[in-house]
């Protein structure tokens, strides 16, 4: 049974930081592209940040290049998100994704609140 769950997710104030993690199980983690999606609030949900299986290509949304880094450790089977620098506008639900071929997983989300 495949399992991704997320965690780190919290309230900090703007400016700060948090560091997302998505523990997998029951799956080849290596074998998948990994990404982080967020849903603000009456928002539609968006791609944060990709990673190849193999770690070596990454992809941002405009949003957040330079503040947020995505980053794997397969042996590990865990999936990051540092997030710096946060706003207020980053608020949202933030899930992550595995992917492979047409195959598709999601975590139940974690969520992240930037506020003072």
């Known amino acids: 049974q495949v399992s991704l769950v997320e965690s780190g997710g919290g309230l900090v104030q703007p400016g700060g930081s948090l560091r997302l993690s998505c523990a997998t199980s029951?799956?080849?983690?290596?074998?998948?592209?990994m990404s982080w999606y967020r849903q603000g609030p009456g928002k539609e949900r968006e791609l944060v940040a990709v990673?190849?299986?193999?770690?070596?290509?990454?992809n941002y949304a405009d949003s957040v290049k330079g503040r947020f880094t995505i980053s794997r450790d397969n042996a590990k089977k865990t999936l990051y998100l540092q997030m710096n620098s946060l706003k207020p506008e980053d608020t949202a639900v933030y899930s992550c994704?595995?992917?492979?071929?047409?195959?598709?997983?999601w975590g139940q989300g974690t969520q992240v609140t930037v506020s003072s």
């Open positions: 994704n595995a992917r492979w071929s047409t195959v598709n997983y």
């Open positions: 029951g799956l080849t983690f290596s074998m998948y592209a």
């Open positions: 990673i190849r299986s193999t770690g070596d290509m990454t």
